[in-house]
């Protein structure tokens, strides 16, 4: 099916562990995006990638990894989950044009609990 | 710095009365803003944005916002309000290319 999706949609890991988050898009959209949203706090960036192999800090970015070899993937990995790390994951994508006006497109989301 | 205020974590509505949820801005520059609505356990889904011209933004779903640059708000209205659109709805600025900031979020209750 065409759009935005992410594996798993749930995870529960230790303190410690190596998690990785996936995220794939079949628009062939330049710009990829990875979110965490916690009660009171909305949505905040972790990272954001404008091509392959291009990749930038958002907000949040500690503790976080990113990669993308191919246009259409974005993991985000957790090198050493911490409790603070528990959340919900969104990925979303959009395409180059607008001047960073174009719409963006979530995923439905990765919930995440660290123990 | 850029920011975006949800002044209300919660507001409350009987089904066919208008309902407003508010939204403060603080941008330098000319402010790109955006809403979103997250209905249970999905993704978040793009209701409309502002970008230049028109002050009133007509979206989805019968939704329209009402962008008033003197008192720096962006509040998201509805002439008649549905019990299926008790969602979660965001505010959204975009602060430099590719970053957008998001308000924390209110919670729309539209009762029957």
């Known amino acids: 099916d065409a759009g935005i999706t992410q594996s798993p949609r749930y995870k529960i890991t230790e303190t410690g562990r190596q998690v990785t988050l996936m995220c794939h898009q079949t628009?062939?959209?330049?710009?990829m995006f990875w979110y965490r949203q916690d009660l009171g706090h909305g949505l905040r960036l972790i990272y954001y990638?404008?091509?392959?192999?291009?990749?930038d800090k958002g907000e949040v970015p500690d503790g976080y990894v990113v990669s993308r070899s191919k246009t259409e993937n974005f993991p985000l990995t957790l090198e050493s989950a911490t409790r603070s790390q528990t959340s919900v994951y969104f990925c979303?994508?959009?395409?180059?044009?607008?001047?960073?006006?174009?719409?963006?497109?979530f995923g439905p989301g990765t919930r995440l609990t660290v123990l | 710095a850029q920011s975006v205020a949800q002044p209300e974590d919660q507001v409350n509505v009987a089904e066919g009365n208008p309902l407003t949820v508010k939204c403060t801005y603080s941008v330098s520059g000319n402010p790109y803003l955006f809403w979103y609505v997250q209905y249970p356990n999905r993704g978040l889904q793009f209701l409309l944005k502002?970008?230049?011209?028109?002050?009133l933004v007509k979206g989805s779903y019968g939704f329209e916002a009402e962008f008033n640059k003197s008192q720096t708000s962006f509040h998201l209205k509805k002439p008649s309000a549905l019990v299926s659109d008790s969602a979660l709805y965001f505010c959204?600025?975009?602060?430099?290319?590719?970053?957008?900031?998001f308000g924390s979020g209110t919670k729309l209750n539209v009762k029957p």
């Open positions: 979303a994508s959009r395409t180059s044009g607008g001047q960073g006006t174009d719409t963006q497109y």
């Open positions: 502002y970008i230049t011209g028109d002050n």
């Open positions: 628009w062939s959209h330049s710009y």
């Open positions: 959204a600025v975009r602060y430099n290319f590719n970053k957008f900031y």
């Open positions: 990638s404008a091509a392959a192999d291009i990749t």
